[in-house]
């Protein structure tokens, strides 16, 4: 199973007309690791952890062990208010259910990201590199 299908399962119902809400969620959780995206790249995305006092679950997901869970809750506290009302308008999903799904499908995809246990010295790569290599001809 393909890493956007795995996405897609932890979402839940695979009913197709979700399919367009499911596509645009995973852009935005790229969106939010990209080199040039809305959080500075996964450097930024870390820092944004580590503010929260979050630090230890996303390195977790960086490093070779298990995945620390992110709540829901833990998830709107790092992001704000600010990224999760963007989300949601660009996804269809309310805040609420913006977190809860980008807090079951983040782990996994920095996880696939950083095999080495660690982020790479040049970030993730742009917008455009991670959409290929996760969405191959879905975008």
């Given amino acids: 199973m ?5 996405a897609f399962d932890m979402l839940g ?5 979700l399919m367009d809400s499911r596509t645009r969620l995973l852009q935005a959780a790229l969106a939010l690791i990209a080199n040039n995206g809305q959080t ?3 450097h930024g995305l870390v ?6 006092g979050m630090g230890n679950v996303i390195r977790s997901w960086i490093g070779s062990g298990p995945n620390v869970a992110l709540t829901t809750t833990q998830m709107e506290q790092v992001l704000g208010e600010g990224h999760l009302q963007q989300i949601a308008e660009e996804t269809g999903y309310t805040e609420h259910e913006a977190a809860e799904h980008l807090s079951e499908m983040l782990p996994d995809l920095i996880d696939q990201l950083t095999p080495s246990g660690q982020v790479p010295q040049g970030g993730v790569g742009n917008m455009s ?3 290929d290599h996760f969405m191959g001809g879905y975008h």
Avoid at 13 to 17: Q, V
Avoid at 47 to 52: S, Y
């Fill in 2 to 6: 393909g890493l956007l299908d795995k």
């Fill in 13 to 17: 119902d695979n009913h197709l007309p």
């Fill in 40 to 42: 500075g790249g996964l």
């Fill in 47 to 52: 820092e944004k952890f580590q503010e929260a």
């Fill in 129 to 131: 590199a991670l959409l």
